[in-house]
């Protein structure tokens, strides 16, 4: 069993580490800060898409030729 984040040995039971599966307190930490980190890149990127794929604006710009 290893720490998922320092890949740390962790010897005995999961049982005996409070923060399992992580090593430490510290570890958990870590990890929490990478998921909402994530979180919000992901979201940005969602963003991103939706503006080059609404269709009004290139419609718009149709009608302003014509
Ligand atoms: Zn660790």
Known sequence: MRCPICD???PGNW?????????SRRCKTIDLG???GEDYRVAAKEA???N????GESGGDQDDVR
């Open 8 to 10: 740390a040995a962790m």
């Open 34 to 36: 990478r998921w909402l």
């Open 52 to 55: 080059r794929s609404t269709p």
């Open 15 to 23: 049982i005996e580490y409070p923060e399992y599966p992580f090593c």
């Open 48 to 50: 991103e898409h939706e």
